[in-house]
């Protein structure tokens, strides 16, 4: 039972590190022609609902964050502003939804950094291995003016972000040996996401890095095809890798933020004191993300590790060899997201 109770916990991993691109509905098919609300000066809010897209189900921490927003919002409002929440990538897939808001076909969309690159090229910033290594330290990045900078690109394109929470940091599971240097990692058969960064990081440290899409990663474990993989604890156990592999290193050697996003088109038609209001309240709904998806991770990890796999949680020593040899890959980035972004992210950092 108890096992049970815990993969439903965890089943939003299935799409949470994929580009989620998965479900093909158009997000302009969601009506957004609704007439706005518009304040009565006194504080008083006529009727508004506001379409929120998620990639993930109503099991999830995105979802769960939305609804305590959708709630927060109808309490404050004595149920005048309303969020209509669509799961499931009912409004499409990351792309998609990032597309649909950009363009003010969607209100606002709850999306992870996988797509943001594709609208704001200097976004992979975050793409840096070992930029933070937990949630801690990525909390005091996003908080910071790096979080403040990003958001202005964003909102240049015009995506405005009213808060950034988790979505979760990747690790490294395998079948035929601990990983606890770079060293390690050498001959190691890793399946890699469509990354370049990431595919080219393990090709550094002398792994048969094979990039292959999510749907794939089951059957290559299970059959040998691969050795290895790269997803998030949560995406791990969840999807069932962990049978086929003996030996997980919590390397979290690359973080995924999730943005609060709402298009600017919606925004400048809304009045300042709903501006003002859900700003606030988005805040606190990201808080409710944040935690829900900490305590996801720490489960899946604990469930893995109950099941006979051997966990490594590499110390500061460790983790700082790893991070050595990703310099080269800053170097990919700074092509990209220039020097200046890159050396302000980086000393944010601590890097």
């Not at 990032?98 to 950094?113: C, F, K, P, R, Y």
């Not at 110390?315 to 990919?332: A, H, S, V």
Request: with cysteine; glycine share 6%; aromatic share 8%.
């Amino acid at each position: 039972m108890k096992k049970f109770l815990t993969i439903l916990t965890v089943l939003l991993a299935l799409t949470i590190f994929t580009a989620c691109g998965g479900k093909e509905e158009a997000a302009s098919d969601v009506d957004t022609t609704d007439d706005q609300a518009t304040s009565q000066g006194d504080g008083s809010y006529e009727e508004m609902e506001l379409k929120v897209g998620i990639v993930v189900g109503d099991w999830s921490p995105h979802y769960e964050a939305a609804k305590a927003w959708a709630d927060e919002l109808e309490a404050k409002t004595d149920g005048k502003i309303s969020l209509a929440i669509f799961p499931d990538g009912q409004v499409g897939g990351e792309r998609e939804m990032m597309e649909a808001v950009q363009n003010g076909t969607l209100d606002i969309g709850l999306l992870s950094s996988v797509v943001y690159a594709n609208f704001e090229p200097k976004m992979a910033v975050l793409d840096i291995p070992y930029l933070v290594s937990t949630f801690d330290e990525a909390e005091a990045l996003m908080d910071s003016e790096v979080g403040e900078k990003l958001n202005e690109l964003m909102l240049d394109k015009g995506i405005r972000n009213l808060a950034w929470a988790h979505n979760d940091f990747r690790v490294i599971s395998n079948n035929q040996k601990p990983i606890e240097s770079p060293d390690d990692l050498a001959g190691i058969k890793m399946r890699v996401p469509e990354s370049k960064i990431l595919a080219d990081w393990f090709q550094k440290q002398d792994s048969l890095a094979t990039p292959m899409p999510f749907p794939d990663i089951y059957t290559a474990l299970q059959q040998g095809v691969v050795d290895g993989q790269d997803n998030g604890p949560i995406l791990t156990f969840a999807a069932n890798f962990y049978e086929h592999q003996e030996y997980l290193t919590i390397s979290n050697h690359q973080y995924s933020p999730v943005g609060f996003f709402i298009s600017d088109k919606v925004w400048q038609t809304l009045p300042e004191n709903v501006q003002d209001l859900l700003a606030e309240t988005a805040l606190t709904a990201a808080e409710v993300e944040k935690e829900a998806i900490r305590n996801m991770n720490d489960n899946a990890i604990k469930s893995m590790e109950e099941s006979g796999v051997e966990v490594f949680y590499p110390e500061e020593e460790d983790l700082n060899k790893f991070k050595e040899t990703t310099d080269p890959l800053i170097e990919q980035v700074r092509e990209i997201a220039g020097d200046e972004l890159t050396d302000f992210v980086l000393e944010k950092a601590g890097y």
